[in-house]
């Protein structure tokens, strides 16, 4: 199994500042035929589903801001948030869907400092 | 809109059985991988289950494998997943989740859960 992990485990960070979340795998999730990471990031928020924010590693997925965004490749990534709002306190998790099991990270928690 | 409403969960107790019913709407269900996901109780997110849109391809986390059956029936836009042999270590809010039209894609919508919670 692929194993993900995250770090830091929370980060506190002021209002406008940036975030930044790393992940690592612990084999590449690069496949090289197409040359596409497969790596999704997710946002959650207490009391609700999770959201996908990320995937093909950098891709932002469909009316997510873009202050968020993603990079990496092979077996880093990172998940940055250039200019934190309120309203991103969450957890964050990183997922491979490269093969299964499709492992998340432990998640990082997001507050505001 | 993209809707995906699970039902079915509920107390049981330690070697017993559940079914998890997931109602989705909103999209052609028949077109694509399903998946199960399951979080305890403040922790973090577990995948647990993935059916192909024909049901001709069956994932399972090794954690349930021979004690879970995923199950969908295109026809009613239905997914199930039948639960045996049941352990405290099984309690979770369990999310139907929409993979992609591949094995290989990421979820790109959850349903709010449905609570499974294994006790005496």
């Known amino acids: 199994d692929i194993v993900m992990t995250q770090s830091p485990d929370s980060l506190a960070v002021s209002l406008g500042e940036r975030a930044t979340i790393n992940c690592k795998s612990s084999q590449s999730v690069l496949y090289s035929s197409n040359n596409k990471n497969y790596l999704a990031w997710y946002q959650q928020k207490p009391g609700q589903p999770p959201r996908l924010l990320i995937y093909?590693?950098?891709t932002r997925e469909s009316g997510v801001p873009d202050r968020f965004s993603g990079s990496g490749s092979g077996t880093d990534f990172t998940l940055t948030i250039s200019s934190l709002q309120a309203e991103d306190v969450a957890v964050y998790y990183c997922?491979?869907?490269?093969?299964?099991?499709?492992?998340f990270g432990p998640g990082t928690k997001v507050e505001i400092k | 809109e993209v809707q995906l409403v699970e039902s079915g969960g509920g107390l049981v107790k330690p070697g017993g059985s559940l079914r998890l019913f997931c109602a989705a709407s909103?999209?052609?269900?028949?077109?694509?991988?399903m998946d199960w996901v399951r979080q305890a109780p403040g922790r973090g997110l577990e995948w647990v289950s993935s059916?192909?849109?024909?049901?001709?391809?069956?994932y399972y986390a090794d954690s349930v494998r021979g004690r879970f059956t995923v199950s969908r029936d295109n026809a009613k836009n239905s997914l199930f997943l039948q639960m045996n042999s049941l352990r405290a270590d099984d309690t979770a809010l369990y999310y139907c989740?929409?993979?992609?039209?591949?094995?290989?894609?990421?979820?790109?919508?959850w349903g709010q859960g449905t609570l499974v919670t294994v006790s005496s």
């Open positions: 989740a929409r993979g992609g039209y591949d094995h290989n894609a990421p979820i790109d919508y």
């Open positions: 093909w590693a950098s």
């Open positions: 909103g999209f052609t269900f028949s077109s694509y991988e």
């Open positions: 059916v192909s849109s024909t049901s001709d391809y069956i």
């Open positions: 997922q491979q869907y490269y093969n299964t099991p499709f492992t």
